[in-house]
Structures are given as C-alpha cells and as structure tokens.
C-alpha cells in the first residue's frame, strides 16, 4: 500500500505540476507580463510547487527529515542523475554566463542552508526570509542581465498560451491545485509507510526514492531532447532548479513552519549535505578541465557513478 501511495502521489504531483505551469504562464499573459520575466520567475516558481508542496506538507505533518530530504536529495539528482545521464547521452555545451552568476548564487545558498541548520539544528522563519530574499535580489539581477546582454533562451515559455481563454486557465489552476495538494499528501504519508515497512528512515526514503520521483520530469525532458539531437536541458535550467530548492522551497516552507533537524538523523549535516555542496562545487573543475565550457561522456559517467554511491549509502 505504501509503495502504491507513494507511486500515485508522484503522478499527481507531475500532473499537477504541468497543469500549474501552464495556467501560470497562461495567467500572465493575461497580466501582460513580458515573455522574459515569465520564463525566468514564473516557470521557476511553478515548476518548484510540486517540492514545495511536498515539502511544507512534510514539515506541518512533523516529518521535516522529508522536507530537507526532499531538497537535498533532488539538488544532487539534478547534477548526479539528470545532467550525468543527459551528457553521456550527448555532450552539453556550457555558456560562460554559468560562473557569473548561477553557479556563484547556487554554491551561495548551498553554504547559507548550511551554517543556518548547523548553527541551532533549525531553520527558522527568520533565516527562511533571508534565502528568500536573497532570491528576489537574484532574479532582479538576473533579469536585468538578461535584458541588457539579450541573452536568454525563452523556448520553454509557449507563445500558445497567450491565446488560452479565461475558462481554460480557471480548470488548469483547478486540476494543478488538485493534483499538488494530493500527490503531496499520500507522497508524504507513503513515505513514512515505506520507511517503516523498510526499516529505515523518512529521512533515506526522501533522499532517494522522494527525489528521484520529483526529479523525473527534468530527467524524461532531458533524455527525449538528447536523444532527438536537440539542444538538451541547459545546465542553467538545472542550477536554477537548484537554487530554487533551497531559497523558495525550503525558504518559503521555514517561513509557514520551522524546519528542525531530527537528531535521530546527524547524517543531514555531517554527510548528505557536503555531498550536495560537493556536486555543486565539482562543476567548475569539471567545466574547465580539460576541455573547456564542455561536459562530456566521460564526466557524465564520472557523475553518474558518483550519484550511485551516493544512493547507495544513503540506503545503508
């Protein structure tokens, strides 16, 4: 039963999650909102509602370890798992931008989540404004960039939408609502089944299991455009992603109800999370050695066997 929950939750949250996103995207068209500022806010942010969701469900049922799982464990799939798999498929090119502003805010807010739960074992509503913040101040920076420099890759946001009437935007928004608020209620209540079932902790089944599940829709994306030759999913989408985890997701949910760190699991902050600082850092060697602004087969699979280990201990 718990594995069944687990399964049905994840499929409501990746339709629910679609469903958002376009009605978001549909919406602000409707505002008059420019195509730019949709692609780089708006987006984000809905495609970050399912680990929202899940999330501040985990943290108002007391189960924080799957809040903080939940962000880890994806923030090291999407360059464990979705970007060692994407570039052993085919090759990804790295613009120069990546270390001028992304990677910069991602290893950021890495550290900042960091030294705000080893400091008490809590991340309070306080340090959750703060990361939240800190992400506003980083998209108005972004986005100015972006105008300036008129380098921005605005594929994902469908010109379609624009057209969609008032009625199809109301029943998205109802159907993604719908489908967030109870694929995060049985993904959660699944998980603690499972971790009991299993004999291990809420904790493990977040950071892996949990993960993998909230990370699969970038995957499939990933996989499909490599697969047909087309530009793959940009690494900028994947640090984005990241970034978002930590100063949205856990920001805002911190804010609703403080995050605390169950003593019952010290591998949060003694290993998981320099794990996900280390994916985060290895990046940049990777992105200068030995060829330049390239992420090849072989470091694909570098990154992809370390994600494995990285599993596999978790499991443990």
Do not use: C, H
């Amino acid at each position: 039963m718990s594995v069944l929950l687990v399964l049905a939750g994840l499929a409501f949250l990746v339709v629910g999650g679609d469903f958002l996103v376009r009605a978001s995207v549909g919406l602000s068209f409707k505002l008059k909102i420019s195509k730019l500022v949709i692609g780089m806010t708006v987006v984000s942010f809905a495609t970050s509602a399912p680990e929202l969701l899940v999330s501040l469900q985990a943290a108002l049922d007391g189960v924080s370890d799957i809040a903080l799982g939940n962000v880890i464990g994806s923030n090291i799939a999407n360059i464990g798992l979705v970007l060692g798999i994407t570039a052993i498929i085919s090759p990804l090119s790295v613009d120069k931008d990546f270390y001028k502003y992304n990677w910069p805010m991602m290893m950021l807010v890495s550290f900042a989540l960091y030294f705000f739960l080893k400091n008490d074992n809590v991340l309070t509503s306080l340090e959750g404004i703060v990361l939240f913040i800190g992400l506003i101040l980083f998209l108005v920076i972004l986005i100015r960039s972006s105008r300036k420099s008129m380098k921005v890759n605005l594929e994902e946001v469908d010109d379609a939408l624009a057209e969609v009437s008032n009625f199809k935007i109301f029943m998205w928004l109802l159907i993604g609502s719908v489908g967030l608020y109870y694929g995060s209620e049985w993904l959660v209540e699944g998980a603690k089944q499972l971790a009991m079932a299993v004999g291990i902790s809420d904790y493990a089944i977040s950071v892996s299991v949990i993960a993998i599940g909230t990370s699969v829709p970038e995957l499939a994306a990933s996989v499909i455009a490599a697969l047909k030759s087309e530009k793959a999913i940009s690494l900028g989408n994947l640090i984005g992603s990241n970034i978002f985890n930590i100063a949205s997701v856990l920001g805002l949910t911190s804010i609703i109800k403080p995050i605390i760190v169950n003593p019952n699991t010290p591998e949060i902050l003694s290993t998981n999370i320099f794990w996900m600082i280390g994916f985060a850092a290895i990046l940049v060697p990777f992105i200068l050695i030995p060829k330049r602004f390239e992420i090849g087969r072989l470091k694909g699979v570098l990154l992809f066997v370390s994600y494995l280990i990285f599993i596999i201990l978790a499991l443990k």
